[in-house]
């Protein structure tokens, strides 16, 4: 099991599939929070079929990664240092392409932010800048808390065949990658990924205010059916300097396994843009 350790000893869990041809690029897939890499397994065969590398991790607390003793363990900044670890293992000389759901794209507008030379463009899908309003803030904050205390005491079973099944596996269980990434989900232990949401997704600060220092080329994916994610996505379009907003029509918020094959495709036509303009 290829594993990376973090700054505190964790070991972080990570594939590395392919490396990037000429004029290709590391893709590192950063997943939405309660979820694995396994979210992210249609992508890959199609980006390595195009010359690029792809790259799959799981947070600290999530999937096959360890699972953090303490509240300590468990911030924003130790998931940043976190991917810098990844990308020194697995492309540590280049710039890379960070791609990111719902939370996977947050921690990466953040990265990018801190680190833009180890960034060569961002796919935002289904993200947002986080919330600058207070009351916002804490209404996410809340509902956070109460997404930990269910995974707690109800366990992954339900919660991966309740409500929160749109917002995890999408709306179309029965397809074979919503199958993989719902046994994914099940397979992880309750109360590492519950305290990343109190700690880490329902803490993490906004970064509106510094979008426009974010210099990078950026593709802003949307479900046309997302309608919690579709102002964030206009917000950051507008205020990204370099970005380009693209809306799936018919998908929901897991965009990348409802409508895999639109997906695939936008990603990969903005890669290509990208490599043109080299």
């Not at 997704?201 to 205010?209: E, K, R, T, V």
Request: glycine share 10%.
């Amino acid at each position: 099991m290829p594993e990376v350790e973090a700054a505190d000893g964790i070991e972080l869990y990570v594939e590395q599939h392919g490396t990037r041809k000429p004029g290709g690029y590391t893709i590192l897939f950063s997943c939405p929070y309660s979820t694995t890499h396994a979210n992210w397994l249609g992508q890959v065969e199609p980006m390595l079929g195009a010359g690029h590398g792809v790259l799959l991790w799981d947070f600290r607390g999530h999937g096959r990664s360890d699972i953090p003793a303490s509240q300590a363990g468990y911030s924003l900044d130790h998931v940043i240092d976190d991917m810098t670890r990844v990308l020194d293992w697995g492309a540590p000389d280049e710039a890379v392409v960070l791609a990111g759901l719902s939370f996977g794209g947050l921690a990466s507008l953040h990265f990018a932010h801190r680190h833009p030379t180890r960034v060569a463009a961002l796919v935002l899908a289904n993200s947002g800048p986080g919330f600058k309003n207070p009351e916002a803030a804490a209404d996410w904050k809340a509902r956070s808390e109460r997404t930990a205390d269910f995974i707690e005491t109800r366990g992954f079973e339900a919660f991966v065949t309740g409500k929160a099944a749109p917002t995890c596996i999408g709306r179309r269980p029965e397809l074979p990658a919503a199958i993989a990434a719902a046994e994914a989900i099940k397979a992880q232990a309750p109360a590492g990924v519950a305290n990343f949401g109190r700690y880490v997704a329902g803490l993490a600060p906004s970064i509106i205010d510094e979008l426009a220092e974010i210099e990078i080329p950026a593709l802003v994916a949307v479900g046309g059916e997302d309608r919690a994610y579709q102002r964030a996505a206009e917000v950051m379009a507008s205020k990204l300097p370099r970005a380009r907003c693209e809306v799936v029509e018919g998908a929901g918020h897991i965009v990348n396994i409802e409508a895999a094959d639109a997906f695939n495709a936008l990603v990969l036509d903005f890669l290509g843009g990208l490599a043109d303009s080299r």
